[in-house]
């Protein structure tokens, strides 16, 4: 990182080489999407602890944007159908977030709003998912399975945004 007149060259190199980019974490419901977004924040937060964050949204779910330098990252975990995602269309993260990290349902309005967000807004999109094992079993034992799952989705993720900061 070199200082050039108090500007962070660094961050500005990213920012004109930077492809906009949406990562949404796509999958059925109640299989720990938002759980593994929010998840995704707290190591951004940690991993970068010059992070500036401002909260839009947090009850439960979340909606943020976390600015890293000149960088701004925008994050919203609520992609149900009538939700956040569907009714806003990532309104407050365009254009001024060069990455979006969401969630969305597999198929229907919020896997359509996050295309067309990407598409008529030039930003790349990634879908990803968590990893999920096969047993529906409610046990405690599975509960904490997933869990552990999320986090190991959510270091992914992170990895995937440091890539994209690193011109991927």
């Known amino acids: 990182m070199v200082d050039f007149y108090g500007i962070n060259v660094r961050f500005m190199l990213e920012i004109e080489t930077m492809n906009k980019t949406i990562i949404c974490n796509r999958g059925i419901s109640e ?11 707290q190591l951004i937060l940690d991993a970068f602890p010059e992070a500036v964050e401002r909260v839009f949204v947090s009850n439960g779910d979340i909606k ?50 996050v295309r067309e967000a990407a598409r008529t807004n030039g930003y790349r999109l990634f879908w990803v998912a968590n990893h999920r094992n096969n ?10 399975l997933n869990r552990e799952l999320n986090q ?17």
Do not use: H, W, Y
Request: charged share 30%; with cysteine.
């Open 152 to 168: 190991l989705s959510a270091e992914s993720f992170l990895r995937l945004f440091q890539a994209i900061m690193q011109g991927l």
């Open 31 to 41: 299989k720990g999407k938002s759980a593994s977004i929010k998840r995704t924040r």
């Open 135 to 144: 047993n529906q079993s409610k046990s405690d034992e599975n509960k904490q």
């Open 64 to 113: 943020v944007i976390i600015t890293i330098g000149d960088i701004r990252i925008g994050i919203e975990s609520e992609g149900d159908p009538d939700s956040r995602l569907t009714r806003e269309r990532l309104s407050d993260f365009i254009p001024e977030c060069q990455i979006i990290l969401c969630t969305s349902r597999t198929k229907g309005e919020p896997f359509e709003v």
